[in-house]
């Protein structure tokens, strides 16, 4: 797919020695690029492999060179080449020049389980109002592998840049800690011989059917489908992104902890949040937050069962005294829905007065509630709230990157709704 006046920036050949996976480092950049500045958005590539359309790639980095991993697919043994254009019709209108380099093309042979991995990567085309937009876009994608009765089950999950519908700006803040999408869109499960035994996607209204559509080789291809980036079979855009997949553990750890290690995704997340005006001091249901750089954001693990929770920090200058009255910011902002209703890792981010510095947020409080009635269905007996880990406690800098970690705990505290609170300083 090429738009008629693309403009050809890079051509290069590499050599499989055998069949299997290929997967490109791209490092890439464009003046005057910037993803929350309209108008200034990203250059987009167009990548071709031997004449053939494989993907397009939005530099949502910004100016400097930056690294892009995708992935080109399954590969015959021998030469191939690589060429790399700019598609002009995709591209904000006031970006420059593109730098660009790649100085990896790997081959991974049969066998591994990156290369099992890499092999059926989803392919994912563009929802129909995002092309040309600077929205929504996918920018990650990971995997995991687990143990099943009758072999290994992989899933694999995406992170997009923002969620044009679904739930609002400040309540995934409240409740998730981001202002990002992050959907499972894909899992597969094979026998022992490494053989296809079921597969499965995440498709409208979160249902997960058996997947039944194409694939290109090995690789599934999915198409974006709503505003809160679930998938469908099939579609009618031609644009399509490939990220190379990662493998990545979750164990004791939220799905957030990807975008931890890729800091640079938060910053992509925050500016198109302010490009898109959400970025504003308006009260809870507005689909605003305040400056992201004011808030405390928290990660946590327990057991919330049919209960709610949420976090809170104090300030000031010195510890806290038994005795002394202080007062509570809470990441709920007073709002029931605004709560933690969810089992295992999860995040909450408490929005701050203006001016404060990480040093001045002296204590964190875990206060667990009585979930209210859901769609006029009461709630069943109210348990106790089971917290057990906090991962960290960060603030964000001013390039919207997490922090230094100010907290960390392991224990075993219990929450009766309504009950005591559990406070942990911080130091």
């Known amino acids: ?47 071709s492999l031997d004449g053939t359309y494989s993907q397009h790639l939005v530099l949502v980095r910004g100016e400097s060179p930056a690294e892009y991993r995708i992935t080109l697919g399954t590969v015959a043994a021998g030469r ?30 049969p066998g591994s389980d990156d290369s099992v991995a890499q092999s059926m990567a989803p392919i994912l085309y563009a929802r129909p109002n995002t092309i040309g937009r600077f929205t929504d876009l996918p920018i990650l994608m990971w995997y995991e592998v687990a143990p099943t009765p009758r072999g ?52 409208p209204g979160h249902e997960v059917p058996p997947f039944k559509g194409r694939h290109e080789a090995r690789h599934p291809l999915l198409w974006v489908s709503t505003d809160n980036n679930m998938v469908s079979e099939s579609g009618t855009t031609s644009v399509r992104y490939a990220p190379a997949p990662e493998r990545f553990d979750l164990t004791n750890v939220s799905r957030e902890a990807v975008m931890d ?104 409080r875990a206060f667990a509630y009585k979930r209210p009635p859901t769609y006029g269905r009461a709630v069943a007996p109210v348990n106790p709230v089971r917290l057990t880990r906090v991962n960290t406690v960060f603030m964000l800098d001013d390039m919207y990157q997490p922090g230094p970690p100010m907290l960390t705990w392991t224990g075993d505290v219990r929450l009766e709704p309504g009950g005591r609170p559990f406070d942990l300083p911080i130091k």
């Open 1 to 47: 797919m090429f738009a008629a006046d693309a403009l050809l920036l890079a051509a290069l050949t590499f050599n499989a020695e055998s069949p299997g996976e290929a997967v490109a480092l791209v490092r890439a950049g464009c003046a005057r690029c910037a993803w929350g500045e309209t108008g200034r958005e990203a250059a987009t590539l167009t990548l």
């Open 152 to 203: 290994r089950r992989f899933r694999y999950s995406v992170i997009f840049t923002n969620e044009d519908g679904g739930t609002e700006t400040d309540r995934l803040m409240a409740t998730w800690g981001r202002t990002t999408d992050i959907e499972f869109v894909y899992g597969v499960e094979l026998d022992h011989a490494g053989q296809v035994l079921a597969e499965e996607f995440q498709g």
């Open 80 to 109: 191939h080449e690589l060429t790399v254009d700019r598609d002009p019709t995709l591209s904000a209108i006031n970006v420059g020049d593109v730098s660009i380099d790649v100085p990896i093309v790997a081959v991974l042979p």
């Open 261 to 364: 290690r890729h800091p640079w995704s938060y910053t992509v997340a925050f500016e198109e949040a302010r490009r898109e005006g959400k970025i504003a001091d308006k009260p809870p249901g507005q689909n605003a937050i305040p400056d992201p750089r004011r808030f405390v954001f928290v990660e946590a693990c327990g057991e919330i069962g049919n209960a709610a929770l949420a976090f809170a920090v104090t300030l000031g200058r010195a510890p806290i005294r038994p005795g002394r009255v202080v007062p509570w910011i809470w990441s709920d902002r007073g709002v029931e829905r605004y709560r933690i209703v969810r089992d295992g890792c999860f995040r909450a981010a408490i929005p701050l007065p203006r001016r404060v510095r990480p040093r001045e947020v002296i204590a964190l």
